[in-house]
């Protein structure tokens, strides 16, 4: 490790979320700094490095894997790349903070969660809302009982996508509603739960190729006969939220994934104020990912949650794949 005692990142793909999310993350985050990225796209890399001040630039990611100048990588490439570049990047020795979905199914998490440990390396997936205060003190509120035992949870998360060539709609990209937006929704629905689903249902609107599902509902039961629902869609407005219903109360929860507002309804009254207070997600993300480089703190949510998220979006797949074939 540099002896700044600061995170010198590299970022592998001129991807969108990394120009508007993570390199400012980055650049503001206490303990980064942003070193270097590369593109197969070399020209787009330039670009970026020029608009955004990043110091070096990389034709191929193999180049930038090989700066020993370089202490951890943020991976924004298509989702079928997510697996080959983070176990690149752990054979290179570098940390990993990847996009979701991890990867494409539960075979290809446990063995970036295999090369990251054998390599020495932190991984994490980047569910930036999961490091939101907003979560924690959502943790904090189920956890004292306020709202009693939670009995059911629904989830919603939708984006309208237009472009036919957006990586989102490729079925050869690992694209799809539940590998994009869907993931959101069961890793939120199983920190809520604070257990694994004992029984999947799940349905979808596929596209033309029947490959790519445009929507997808979903229905979760937990033990203790505890259910959650939610859908996603890439067919609809932008939207976001959360309900979660105790035997004593409701959390409603606007815009869980972005700008997470906690409003808890009680005897038909509700209790907010309090519970709002926003910052740059992201931000907490690179600077608790840094820690834990740095001093070895354990992350909130580790690689055996992204294996966890994995095996349930498999199960999810896998019942919408035989219900669309079942006549």
């Not at 400012?24 to 985050?29: D, G, R, V």
């Amino acid at each position: 490790m540099n002896k700044n005692q600061v995170i010198r990142w590299g970022i592998l793909g001129a991807a969108r979320i990394a120009k508007e999310r993570l390199i400012p993350a980055i650049q503001e985050a206490k303990n980064a700094q942003l070193c270097a990225i590369a593109s197969r796209n070399e020209e787009k890399a330039r670009d970026f490095a020029h608009n955004l001040g990043i110091p070096r630039v990389y034709g191929s990611y193999e180049d930038l894997l090989k700066d020993p100048e370089i202490d951890a990588v943020y991976i924004p490439l298509p989702n079928h790349l997510h697996a080959e570049w983070t176990i690149r990047a752990a054979e290179a020795g570098k940390h990993v903070l990847c996009e979701k979905p991890a990867a494409l199914n539960e075979k290809e998490v446990q063995a970036m969660i295999t090369a990251c440990h054998d390599h020495g390396v932190v991984f994490m997936e980047a569910f930036a809302f999961r490091c939101h205060p907003q979560w924690h003190r959502l943790r904090e509120i189920l956890d004292s009982g306020h709202i009693g035992d939670v009995r059911n949870v629904q989830a919603r998360f939708s984006i309208f996508v237009d472009d036919k060539n957006d990586i989102r709609l490729s079925p050869l990209m690992g694209g799809g509603a539940l590998y994009d937006i869907g993931s959101y929704c069961v890793n939120g629905i199983r920190f809520i739960m604070g257990d694994e689903p004992v029984q999947v249902r799940g349905i979808s609107q596929f596209a033309s190729d029947s490959v790519v599902d445009l929507s997808t509902s979903a229905v979760l039961k937990f033990p203790g006969g505890r259910i959650a629902q939610f859908d996603c869609s890439l067919e609809s407005v932008y939207n976001q939220s959360v309900e979660i219903t105790g035997t004593k109360g409701i959390i409603k929860i606007h815009w869980p994934f972005r700008h997470p507002r906690l409003i808890i309804q009680k005897d038909g009254k509700e209790e907010s104020g309090v519970f709002e207070f926003q910052l740059d997600e992201y931000t907490e993300q690179v600077e608790h990912f840094g820690d834990c480089i740095l001093s070895g703190q354990s992350l909130w949510y580790g690689p055996e949650e992204s294996l966890a998220n994995m095996k349930v979006i498999d199960a999810i797949y896998q019942s919408t794949i035989l219900s669309k074939f079942k006549k």
